[in-house]
């Protein structure tokens, strides 16, 4: 079983920056889409960065130009970079790793969760 464990998540001023840090218990190579939700309380959770196996990423409209999503393949972690935070960058952060079967079915894992709070 895939675990995903999320890390540096905290209390930041708007305008600050924080790293967040995912473990992954196998290759990070060996997904297709790594990525990074954010869900606040009441809304669903919401895709903010995702990184392809064969290098290419994509951004919401929120946080493009501010975050950036990363992998480190010697150490198995995902990282999103997150700059000139605002407000609503505020909620529960999650880590995804996501494989894409030959049946045409996915494996999904997620980790437990981070708090990101934006304030001042």
């Known amino acids: 079983q895939v675990q995903l464990v999320e890390s540096g998540g905290g209390l930041v001023q708007p305008g600050g920056s924080l790293r967040l840090s995912c473990a992954v218990s196998?290759?990070?190579?060996?997904?297709?889409?790594l990525g990074w939700y954010r869900q606040v309380p009441g809304n669903q959770r919401e895709l903010v960065a995702s990184?392809?196996?064969?290098?290419?990423?994509k951004y919401s409209d929120s946080v493009q130009g501010r975050f950036t999503i990363s992998r480190d393949f010697a150490k198995n972690t995902v990282d999103l970079q997150m700059n000139s935070l605002k407000p609503e960058d505020t909620g529960v952060y999650y880590c995804?790793?996501?494989?894409?079967?030959?049946?045409?079915?996915?494996?999904?894992?997620w980790g437990q969760g981070t708090q990101v709070t934006v304030s001042s």
């Open positions: 995804n790793a996501e494989r894409r079967m030959p049946s045409g079915s996915n494996d999904n894992y």
């Open positions: 196998a290759s990070v190579f060996s997904f297709d889409v």
């Open positions: 990184a392809f196996r064969y290098g290419s990423s």
